[in-house]
């Protein structure tokens, strides 16, 4: 099955730069990052002109993306002896590129480095010829997301939390009582 | 005459925060998960910056590259429980409150006379990365124990 993102690398290329791009913003954080968290969005995300929902999104989204999407692809890709190479390439292209290209939207939410490498993963999946090579390139893929959200979940505004503290029924309940009767 | 073997001494593992001056000292379950003991030896020593959950109570993690795959011996986690969470290649550990139902692949735990370590590192982890406006980061470096 042929992919609209011809392949221009080989799958060991794109994961080389896959591994790099991680050594440079394991303990340095990446200029995307810095500008999301300080409102400059080059893509003109976020209705209203502001950033916050840009922050929501990424926070979700690269949670379930990299902890959960790409960790069951490897673990499929592992476990499953039935499950052919061709059958994974169907289902990651299903999970991440069509009908929706999940890494053009980390894109316009001012991931361009993830929107770029994520393509090359994708149309390096047709240079793949064993399962142990998804495995490799796909876990690199992982490891590369997992690593942009711990930065975003760094930066999250968990802080205004203290506007949501947690409350007790009984707590509740006295307040509706003392609402009633306007003591 | 006999001569008694000496126990063979439990490898241990170390978890230096050098900018709070502490270290954390703790024991492999090499028994218990050998698996995953070895796989997380391989890959030390490991530095990466702490993070804080935000769910599941008073836990701290530090982010590996480890993808992993092999079999998980999952446990109730109890305070001082160091577990990988192999979705999130996250080196965790409990030092408080647990908020979560979900058994966790335990490799460690933390020695008793470490407890008051991983709960400051915790409570420090907690401020500058969840309560404080401004970020600080906390560095974190897990290597093989030098006994």
């Avoid at chain 1, 893509?43 to 929501?56: N, Y």
């Avoid at chain 1, 999250?156 to 309940?173: I, K, Q, Y």
């Avoid at chain 2, 020593?45 to 109570?57: D, E, R, T, W, Y």
């Avoid at chain 2, 011996?73 to 160091?82: A, E, F, I, K, Q």
């Amino acid at each position: 099955m042929s992919t609209t993102l011809p392949a221009t690398k080989t799958w060991q290329a794109v994961q080389a730069e896959l591994e790099a791009e991680i050594d440079r913003i394991w303990l340095d954080e990446p200029l995307e990052i810095q500008k999301i968290r300080l409102g400059v969005i080059d893509t003109g995300a976020g209705s209203g002109g502001q950033s916050f929902s840009i922050m929501v999104h990424l926070e979700a989204f690269l949670m379930i993306f990299g902890a959960n999407v790409f960790y069951r692809f490897v673990r499929l890709a592992k476990d499953q002896d039935d499950l052919t190479l061709d059958q994974l390439r169907v289902m990651t292209r299903a999970f991440l590129h069509k009908p929706f290209n999940v890494f053009e939207f980390m894109g316009d939410l001012a991931l361009h480095d993830l929107h770029r490498l994520g393509n090359d993963y994708l149309a390096a999946l047709d240079d793949l010829k064993t399962k142990d090579d998804y495995i490799a390139l796909t876990g690199s893929m992982m490891t590369y997301v997992i690593r942009l959200h711990r930065w975003i979940h760094f930066h999250f505004p968990w802080n205004l939390g203290v506007a949501f503290p947690h409350r007790t029924v009984e707590e509740l309940s006295a307040f509706a009582a003392a609402a009633k009767t306007g003591a | 005459m006999a001569v008694s073997a000496s126990p063979t001494p439990q490898p241990r593992l170390e978890l230096n925060v050098p900018d709070l001056d502490l270290t954390i000292g703790m024991r492999l379950d090499v028994e218990g998960n050998p698996e995953l003991c070895a796989a997380i030896r391989a890959m030390l020593p490991l530095k990466s910056l702490f993070g804080h959950v935000v769910i599941s109570g008073d836990g701290i993690w530090l982010p590996s590259r480890l993808v992993y795959m092999g079999k998980p011996v999952m446990v109730t986690r109890t305070v001082g429980s160091v577990y990988l969470n192999a979705p999130g290649q996250s080196i965790c550990l409990t030092y408080g409150a647990i908020t979560e139902t979900a058994v966790v692949n335990e490799f460690a735990h933390v020695e008793d006379d470490s407890l008051a370590a991983l709960k400051s590192v915790g409570d420090a982890v907690w401020r500058r990365t969840v309560t404080d406006p401004v970020r600080r980061s906390v560095l974190g470096i897990l290597r093989e124990a030098k006994d």
